[in-house]
């Protein structure tokens, strides 16, 4: 079996892995960077590529070189399966670039998630007839590949690790993952019941430079959060990944902790209400405590993308702004600069507070700015509120300890060197592009 990282052995984001027998062929991922490609001290910007053909994304290194994957490029013989490990652009975003008659594995709840996002947002996971949905721990047959999947605890939704089979040869493919959230029994479980005879551990190593940040488990930053809460008498504003379901719940169970109503936006409520768990807080599960922001910007997209349902569904459940106003402190509320001409006629009372729950290096970006501006313009404090959704260094520990494989590939991290600290000679530290025959 021979193994190719085309992107990821030396940058968080953008994975993209081949592995190949004489006769099948197989992909892992096919992230969109984080880092621009073309020059590496600046982030990656998707609009940037908007009007670039397809030959002139893989000139300029923008999209992995590979063979057989990409619609219209080549006349070889396409890959056999892309797998996708979770709903995170870094790890699906160029997905719409591939041929249609390459079939994509994803769990289920992924393929959920990617369905509100393709309505939602700018980046489209594309027109995939052939999906096949992978369940947990069922081995699949690709080829000469037998992949084995296993559901992790990670903040995007319904993420997965592999195990691939091959030529008498193992290799598992952690994805992204942690040990902290919510879901955390799926990766004591995998500690608890390990594959054996792992050869290769290709692990993500997000946190391995990050070691001084402290991580909270999701339970933890609740009642953090609720304790900030009673500190400002008046509206709580939400900033995080409406496709951080993890979090959603954390902000829900604090703002039911603190006595007041959970609102959601448009976009929450669809992801929310897409998975289908009666534990999840969705108003048609029953949560009363639960309402939804309409906002003209969702609306509209949603008109545009023939999906007014999407909007007109929740009307019973809806949070108008005289209702807002009446609230006043009394409210968790999702915050996003496109919601602000619903909050300001509501009236934001002195006194409230925005929970920023995402990597705080974004709050560094011009993309925050909007949101600093509004924050001051109506005194609204800002306080950080986020646990990571990678694993610490004494997760990726347990994790060896239990796999115990004979190699460990460093992916999905800025410091690949440094797995050497903790597991030593059996780090194989690789560069982009690079064979290693397995």
């Given amino acids: 079996m021979i193994l190719r990282i085309h992107r990821g052995t030396k940058e968080i984001g953008g994975n993209c892995v081949e592995l190949c027998t004489e006769q099948t062929r197989i992909i892992l991922d096919l992230g969109m960077p984080l880092v621009d490609p073309r020059d590496k001290t600046k982030k990656f910007e998707s609009f940037s590529v908007r009007r670039m053909t397809l030959p002139q994304m893989l000139d300029a290194g923008i999209l992995p070189a590979v063979k057989g ?92 690790a592999f195990l691939i089979e091959a030529d008498g040869k193992k290799i598992f493919y952690t994805g992204d993952f942690r040990g902290h959230g919510r879901k955390s029994a799926l990766f004591d479980k995998l500690l608890r019941l390990p594959p054996s005879g792992v050869d290769v551990l290709l692990m993500e190593g997000t946190m391995v430079d990050r070691t001084e940040e402290g991580v909270d488990t999701e339970q933890e930053l609740e009642t953090k959060i609720v304790k900030e809460a009673r500190k400002y008498p008046g509206m709580k504003l939400i900033q995080c990944s409406g496709q951080n379901i993890d979090r959603v ?43 939804v922001l309409f906002t003209k910007h969702f609306m509209k997209r949603l008109e545009q993308k023939n999906r007014p349902d999407w909007y007109k569904r929740w009307r019973p459940y809806e949070m108008r702004a005289s209702a807002l106003k009446r609230a006043g402190g009394n409210v968790f509320i ?80 800025n410091s690949p060197e440094k797995y050497r600290k903790y597991f030593g000679d059996k780090v194989d530290c690789l560069h982009d592009g690079e064979l290693r025959e397995v």
């Fill in 69 to 160: 994957l990409y619609e219209g490029h080549d006349d070889t013989k396409p890959v056999d399966a892309l797998l996708l490990s979770h709903p995170h652009q870094d790890h699906y975003g160029f997905c719409k670039y591939i041929r249609k008659d390459v079939p994509v594995y994803l769990s289920q709840d992924a393929n959920l998630m990617l369905g509100v996002s393709d309505v939602f947002l700018p980046t489209q996971f594309g027109v995939h007839d052939k999906r096949e949905f992978f369940q947990d721990r069922i081995p699949v047959q690709i080829g000469d590949f037998k992949v084995t999947p296993y559901l992790m605890d990670h903040s995007g939704y319904g993420a997965m």
């Fill in 249 to 291: 719940v954390t902000f829900y169970r604090a703002a039911k902790r603190s006595g007041a109503i959970f609102v959601m936006d448009l976009y929450v409520a669809n992801v929310i209400h897409a998975l289908e768990r009666k534990s999840l807080p969705d108003p048609f599960n029953g949560f009363k405590d639960v309402q």
């Fill in 334 to 413: 999702f915050y996003r600069e496109n919601s602000e001409p619903e909050l300001e006629p509501a009236g934001v009372p002195s006194g409230s507070v925005l929970f920023y729950s995402q990597w705080k290096g974004y709050m560094l970006e011009p993309s925050f700015r909007p949101t600093e501006v509004f924050c001051k313009k109506h005194d609204i404090a800002i306080v950080e509120a986020h646990t990571s959704g990678h694993a610490v260094v004494d997760d990726l520990v347990r994790l060896e300890k239990a796999l115990k494989p004979v190699k460990i590939i460093p992916i999905h991290s």
